[in-house]
């Protein structure tokens, strides 16, 4: 702002992040990073069940295929790793995350091409978002514009 450039912040939400979570990725993800107990994190997230219970009536058990264990210590840690390769697909802003909230932002002192920045990576952060399994939760979505003329 004191060099007379614009800054266009826009904070992101994922959708049910932590619940979300495909297994095979996380697993493929792991496996690139080295981790060599891939067997113990397979059985870590496998064979989990749950059900419901509505107006006294419970439904029959159904398995967990994605999301992370409720609650778990590994959880966060985990989700970081899967959300780990996200500020790759980023051409032209720069990356915040703090486990599930993301914010991307650029500067410019032109308007127009910082609103084109900002806009190419959110459709880099969209298809990204989309090969993951993953969702944006648009109306959380917020822009915000910091600057002075």
Known sequence: MDNGKLTGVVFLDIRKAFDSIDH????????FYGVSQLAWFKSYLSNRQQQCQVN???????????????????GPLLF???????PNCLKTTTLCLYADDTQIFASSYDSVALVNDINYDLENVTDWLNVNKLQSHPSKAKLIVIGSK
Do not use: F
Not at 56 to 74: A, R, T
Not at 80 to 86: E, H, P, R, S, V
């Open 24 to 31: 095979v990725n996380l697993l493929e993800k792991l496996a």
């Open 56 to 74: 006294g009536c419970l439904s029959n058990k159904g398995e967990i295929i994605c999301g992370l264990p409720q609650g778990s210590v590994l």
């Open 80 to 86: 970081l790793i899967y959300i780990n390769d996200l």
